[in-house]
């Protein structure tokens, strides 16, 4: 499946449960969202097959993939596009060999050494970040900032996605450092009209 990462939408329970979670996530793609990420740290594995499989069902013929945050098992049992891996949430030759070559495979980077360690062979993407703060994740590294960020990209072998507290007004600083997109939660997963809310993020084009 072809991989865009131009505006990448990871879900958030909380921020979600007004709207309900389908409904968030089918507003934001009418709105040019290019990849979802369901991301739920609490759910049991049970409960997130089926928020997957909804998701999954809601996402068909839209091009757009679905990606399942840190559970390999539920990626798999879901039939979900591909998997979201934390720099502690697995190992990824092993994540790779059991989804699969046709799967879609990122790792989340925050640091120079990360980098450097990494083998990007079986991976398609690396989701680079905080660039700020974000108050959706509380165990986050130190932000990177855009010029963090551009230093990053500048050294990735491979396809980025910016993340950390980005709102519309910050697409184009993200463009300008060179990353391939910007993931996003708050700001689209947490407003009132989601689909104006992905639109926006394409406003300064």
Not at 9 to 26: E, F, Q, S
Not at 97 to 106: D, F, S, T, V, Y
Request: hydrophobic share 45%; charged share 20%.
């Amino acid at each position: 499946m072809p991989i865009d990462l131009s505006l990448y939408l990871v879900t958030d329970p909380g921020l979600c449960a007004d709207r309900g979670l389908v409904d968030t996530v089918v507003a934001a793609v009418r709105g040019g969202v290019t990849l979802v990420q369901l991301r739920d740290k609490h759910a049991s594995t049970a409960e997130l097959i089926g928020q997957a499989r909804r998701l999954k069902a809601a996402l068909a013929g839209s091009g757009v993939p679905l990606i399942i945050n840190d559970r390999l098992e539920v990626a798999l049992a879901a039939g979900a596009d591909g998997l979201h891996l934390g720099q502690d949430d697995g190992d990824v030759a092993a994540a790779r060999a059991a989804l699969g070559e046709r799967a879609i495979l990122g790792l989340s980077v925050q640091t120079h050494g990360q980098l450097a360690r990494l083998d990007p062979g079986p991976l398609d993407y690396l989701g680079l970040g905080p660039v700020f703060a974000t108050p959706t994740k509380h165990d986050h590294a130190s932000p990177l900032g855009f010029d963090g960020l551009a230093s990053l990209v500048a050294a990735s072998p491979l396809p980025t996605v910016a993340i950390g507290g980005l709102k519309a007004e910050h697409a184009a600083a993200v463009r300008s450092a060179g990353a391939d997109g910007l993931a996003v939660i708050s700001a689209i997963c947490g407003q009132s009209d989601p689909e104006a809310a992905a639109r926006a993020f394409f406003a300064s084009r």
